[in-house]
Nanobody, 120 residues
Framework: QVQLVESGGGLVQPGGSLRLSCAASGSIFSINYMDWYRQAPGKEREFVAR???????NYADSVKGRFTISRDNAQNTVYLQMNSLKPEDTAVYYC??????????????WGKGTLVTVSS
């Protein structure tokens, strides 16, 4: 079993910054990629950013140029640096990972989420 634990959410004013972290632990052989998704009140969950094991990244258009995803492969941790935050970035942010277990089985895992509120 694998656990993903997010941290770093909170209340920030428009234009401010936050850094989210997601640490993966458990029966991990390797992690193919790690993502951030978010779900705003009353809306569906949406993709935010992805980073592969090789460091390749892609972003939703709504966050390009403002958010940066990075990864510490040795620590099985992914980060999301969020700058120039807007009220519309308010959401619960979820970490997702495609994990290859020690058994070589590949499974998708989700964290429980961390709330980001952008408000003055």
């Amino acid at each position: 079993q694998v656990q993903l634990v997010e941290s770093g959410g909170g209340l920030v004013q428009p234009g401010g910054s936050l850094r989210l972290s997601c640490a993966a632990s458990g029966s991990i052989f390797s992690i193919n990629y790690m993502d951030w998704y978010r779900q705003a009140p009353g809306k569906e969950r949406e993709f935010v950013a992805r980073i592969t094991s090789g460091g390749g990244t892609n972003y939703a258009d709504s966050v390009k140029g403002r958010f940066t995803i990075s990864r510490d492969n040795a620590q099985n941790t992914v980060y999301l640096q969020m700058n120039s935050l807007k009220p519309e970035d308010t959401a619960v942010y979820y970490c997702h990972a495609e994990v290859k277990a020690v058994s070589r089985a590949i499974t998708n895992y989700w964290g429980k989420g961390t709330l980001v509120t952008v408000s003055s």
